[in-house]
């Protein structure tokens, strides 16, 4: 698919098909994700595949009971590791960082004609005791992958001279 296309595609997606992902396809996705830049090439993500359908289950419960999580063949929970880099003098670069990432691993799903959403409404301490995750790393996103159940609603955007400024802040 070629580059504006993916992005014109890339879809929030909570039903999917029941159709399993290829290997080969998934760790492409994910071979995008570990190409993503990183402060300092610090690379602070690691990712958790899950296809274990109970498993999937108490991840959805723990996403506030968003169940449509469990229908995905796929649940990637993206964890960011501690890292010294800062960004701005205020805040460590961990959750930027794991963002590219993610986003990256978002746009090649869609190139691969893989529906995904971006989760952020989730319980960090239970996902973390389920998956075994270390204290001092933190859950970023839950990321249901899977063929989408429909395609071609459009989601309203802002426009551009609504987003962007020239030169300085303006209202």
């Given at each position: 698919?070629?580059?504006y296309?993916?992005?014109?595609?890339?879809?929030?997606?909570?039903s999917?098909r029941?159709d399993?992902i290829p290997?080969?396809v998934?760790?492409?996705?994910?071979e995008?994700?570990r190409?993503?830049?990183?402060?300092n090439n610090?690379?602070?993500?690691?990712?958790?595949?899950?296809?274990?359908?109970?498993?999937?289950?108490?991840?959805?419960d723990?996403?506030?009971?968003?169940?449509?999580?469990a229908?995905a063949?796929?649940?990637i929970v993206a964890?960011g590791?501690?890292?010294p880099?800062?960004i701005?003098?205020?805040?460590t670069?961990?959750?930027?960082?794991?963002?590219i990432?993610?986003?990256h691993?978002?746009?090649a799903?869609?190139?691969e004609?893989?529906?995904?959403?971006w989760?952020g409404a989730?319980?960090?301490?239970?996902?973390?005791?389920?998956?075994g995750?270390?204290?001092?790393?933190?859950v970023?996103?839950?990321?249901?992958?899977g063929?989408?159940l429909?395609?071609?609603?459009?989601?309203?955007?802002?426009?551009?001279?609504?987003?962007v400024?020239f030169?300085k802040?303006e209202?």
């Open positions: 698919m070629e580059f296309t993916v992005i014109e595609e890339r879809r929030s997606v909570r999917f029941v399993p290997d080969d998934l760790l492409r996705i994910l995008a994700a190409k993503a830049p990183s402060a610090f690379q602070p993500w690691k990712f958790i595949v899950v296809k274990d359908e109970e498993k999937k289950r108490k991840i959805a723990f996403c506030m009971g968003q169940n449509f999580i229908e063949p796929v649940v964890c590791l501690p890292t880099s800062r701005g003098g205020y805040t670069s961990m959750l930027v960082d794991v963002a990432a993610v986003e691993l978002i746009l799903a869609t190139n004609g893989l529906g995904t959403c989760i989730f319980d960090n301490i239970k996902l973390k005791r389920l998956l995750i270390p204290d001092e790393i933190q970023v996103a839950v990321i249901p992958v063929y989408p429909r395609k071609g609603w459009k989601t309203p955007r802002k426009e551009l001279e609504e987003i400024c030169e802040y209202d």
